[in-house]
């Protein structure tokens, strides 16, 4: 629906622009004081110098698979994240937990799990989608490889970048 | 007819017409797990309270009637089951009313109660009724804090159905069609209470051949099939409807695929075939379409050799070879495993090359009287309509054996079917001038042709076939055929063209239209307007009766392929 935006009123003081125009200058001047004086940065020296300590939290970098504090892989193989990645980029093939593993109760793991990187948009939705808490986006951006084939991160690859996840739900204990 | 008022609108229903459907057909779906249009009905998950009412009776036992002419209803204080109930004259019923409502969420929670959250792995999940109905009437919270039931898991019930007793709701549809349907009483519930679970008799197994249908008619994640088990998600599946080609049944099935590999067959709706089933032979029949001997190019026999090559060689070198044989020294063994279209061009090949010998392989096994046929071709019907012999399909076999054999053939056809089962030797095949071969697997037999064509199997092809019961049904494409496999009827046209004639072939709709002019059965009918539960066009008693000498013809045919098949599992 086209929203229709009301021009605003402008007095006269604002009609005549001067205000304006020196508040600019001032902006301008301010950045030339700050160099003069050494205090502003603008080009940072990568791969020299990086930026990893100071990323955000919510910073999202290459998906990942994590084990939780019982060493196990969370994924269960449930295949909602390669239904919901928009550039389809993951590949799942699942597997069955044999009976006589120590986590048979889960009973699916994925046997094969591959992200291809040169299609991951980095949009987090695998992430947000998992419902086991599996798979998170980590800080890791700078991915790179020699061939396709390189570019594609394979089940080893994904759990370590991913690592140890703790304080996440183990709703797969004997009492649930 | 009734007068049914349905959440406030009346409605008009056959007698018999079940409270359920009558709600549903008119626009009121009411939430069911243990009822299903094709089982009895026990009444036993309480998902299908309604609100129901009787007219109101004056003191002359007549209705009383309303301000708008209409009956007054006397509603029930308590709600009622609508899957047990058949519609009955002034009957009134609320499918949405605030009790209902606050009854299917009560029920919704009890159900929940001791199911585990597993949906994750659980295979149903997209198509699982409890999710589905959890979202639409239950609640979003458990308020049970107490510790859940614990049952067995991954109970291996039978050879192809595996069973998760945790998620089994006990709506009891599989032990109703285990007796009602498949005729072999082997489930069945045991202990009490919240530990009541669903187990097969003592020393019996769920075995029979319709155990799959457990499955499908499973309203959650209990009971699964071990051979499609944690494969694929649901909902990954592109599902194209066809039939089933294992037996001249054909029944209507779901194939689902994903990426050009199929992944599972379900049945399809179907009254006039197969109502709600199908049987897990046919069901579990396609893992061949992917096997390690599938043909996917063209060959040609080069010296000792057959080398691959493109199509137009291996055709013009078939054509080659064919045409400098006589005509009356070619023989076509066709199959009743290809459909009505490569069936006729078939037959419009051999009569351009002059071929008088052309016959099906018939397929006799033991069949069961629910839905397994014992004829295993699915278009004998249809080879008997388009090939238009005057002896039954099967009955010049063995001339085409015994005319092989002697050396008078030295042109041999061979489309979907292994000639070595019908006697013919190793030898007497490397002895021939010219032995085209149509088919989709290789065998000891594909190895000797002088040209081969790969073709497609019923996944991958569409047309049209005709059941055992004169159904004409419609077969379409799930999955792309493998490497160079070709569609077999563009491979049978092609062949037609190269002779000389099959103008104007260039769909396969045009392939049926032209077999509407000859075949009267056919005229005016269109691939579209089969339709996805097919036509009937064949009264069974139009077809001739079988002659004698036929019937024994084809029983000896049967018996060679039968010794054949049996020596050849002796030595694998």
Not at chain 1, 51 to 57: A, G, R
Not at chain 2, 193 to 201: Q, R, V
Not at chain 2, 546 to 562: N, Y
Request: hydrophobic fraction near 35%; glycine fraction near 8%.
């Amino acid at each position: 629906m086209a929203v229709t935006v009301p021009r605003p009123k402008l007095n006269w003081r604002e009609r005549m622009y001067l205000p304006a125009i020196v508040a600019g200058l001032a902006i301008t001047l301010k950045h030339f004081k700050n160099m003069l004086l050494g205090r502003t940065k603008v080009t940072m020296q990568y791969p020299e110098e990086k930026w990893d300590s100071s990323l955000p939290d919510h910073y999202r970098g290459a998906p990942a698979l994590v084990r939780d504090s019982d060493g196990r892989v969370r994924c269960v193989a449930c295949q909602l994240c390669e239904f919901i990645c928009p550039p389809r980029a993951i590949k799942i093939i699942p597997g069955e937990i044999p009976s006589t593993d120590r986590f048979a109760k889960v009973e699916k793991y994925p046997e094969e799990f591959d992200i291809d990187m040169i299609r991951c948009i980095f949009c987090g939705m695998c992430e947000e989608v998992c419902p086991e808490q599996a798979i998170y986006l980590r800080k890791d951006y700078a991915i790179t490889g020699f061939t396709r084939a390189d570019m594609v991160h394979h089940k080893e690859k994904l759990l370590e970048i991913g690592g140890v996840m703790h304080g996440v739900v183990l709703k797969w204990n004997e009492k649930k | 007819m009734f007068n049914v008022q349905i959440d406030g609108v009346w409605h008009r229903f056959p007698k018999g017409t079940r409270l359920i459907e009558a709600c549903e057909q008119a626009g009121s779906y009411v939430p069911r797990y243990c009822y299903h249009k094709k089982l009895s009905s026990p009444g036993n998950c309480r998902m299908c309270l309604i609100e129901m009412g009787m007219p109101k009776m004056g003191p002359e036992r007549k209705p009383e009637l309303g301000l708008d002419g209409k009956p007054v209803i006397n509603w029930m204080p308590r709600p009622q089951i609508s899957c047990a109930q058949d519609v009955s004259e002034g009957m009134g019923v609320r499918t949405s009313s605030p009790l209902v409502k606050e009854c299917q969420r009560g029920v919704m929670e009890f159900l929940l109660i001791n199911h585990p959250l597993d949906c994750p792995i659980c295979d149903q999940a997209g198509e699982c009724r409890l999710q589905e109905f959890s979202v639409e009437y239950g609640t979003s919270e458990s308020r049970f804090l107490e510790n859940k039931v614990k049952k067995p898991k991954n109970v291996v019930l039978g050879p192809r159905v595996t069973l998760d007793d945790e998620r089994c709701i006990l709506c009891s549809r599989c032990i109703r069609f285990c007796q009602e349907i498949a005729k072999d009483d082997v489930l069945g519930f045991v202990d009490r209470g919240s530990y009541t679970e669903l187990t097969a008799h003592p020393g019996k197994r769920l075995e029979n051949n319709y155990s799959l249908n457990t499955v499908d008619i499973c309203p959650v994640g209990a009971l699964t099939s071990t051979d499609f088990r944690f494969k694929m998600r649901v909902w990954f599946l592109k599902e194209t409807k066809s039939i089933c080609t294992s037996c001249a049944t054909g029944c209507n099935t779901i194939i689902g695929a994903r990426e050009d590999v199929i992944y599972r067959q379900t049945p399809r709706e179907n009254d006039h075939v197969n109502s709600c089933w199908m049987c897990d032979y046919g069901r579990l029949n396609f893992y061949y379409l992917e096997a390690e001997n599938r043909l996917i190019e063209p060959q040609v026999r080069v010296g000792n050799k057959l080398a691959a090559t493109d199509w137009k060689t291996a055709i013009d070198r078939a054509v080659l070879q064919l045409t400098q044989v006589g005509g009356s020294e070619i023989a076509i063994i066709a199959s009743g495993r290809m459909t009505n279209e490569e069936l006729w061009l078939t037959l419009q090949l051999a009569e351009s090359l002059g071929v008088k010998l052309i016959d099906i392989v018939p397929r006799r096994e033991p069949g069961d009287h629910i839905l397994l046929s014992e004829d295993r071709n699915p278009n004998t019907n249809g080879a008997r309509l388009i090939l238009k012999s005057t002896a039954e399909p099967g009955a010049n076999l063995l001339a085409i054996a015994e005319a092989v054999k002697s050396g008078q053939i030295k042109g041999l056809a061979v489309l979907g079917e292994n000639p070595m089962h019908l006697g013919i030797s190793i030898d007497q095949l490397s002895q021939l001038s010219a032995f085209v071969v149509m088919d989709i697997l290789s065998s000891e037999a594909t190895e000797k042709a002088t040209v081969v064509l790969p073709a497609c199997g019923f996944a991958e092809k569409r047309g049209s076939m005709i059941n055992g019961k004169g159904r004409l049904q419609r077969l379409n494409r799930a999955v792309r055929p493998p490497g160079n496999a070709r569609d077999d009827w563009e491979i049978l046209r092609d062949l037609l063209q190269a002779v000389g004639g099959g103008d104007s072939l260039l769909s396969i709709d045009d392939v049926f239209r032209r077999i509407g002019e000859t075949v009267p059965q056919f005229t005016g009918l269109t691939f579209s307007k089969i339709g996805d539960l097919g036509v009937h066009i064949l009264q069974m008693e139009e077809l001739p009766p079988t002659h004698p000498s036929d019937e024994e013809k084809i029983e000896l045919a049967v018996a060679i392929q039968a010794r054949r098949r049996a020596v050849r599992s002796r030595q694998t």
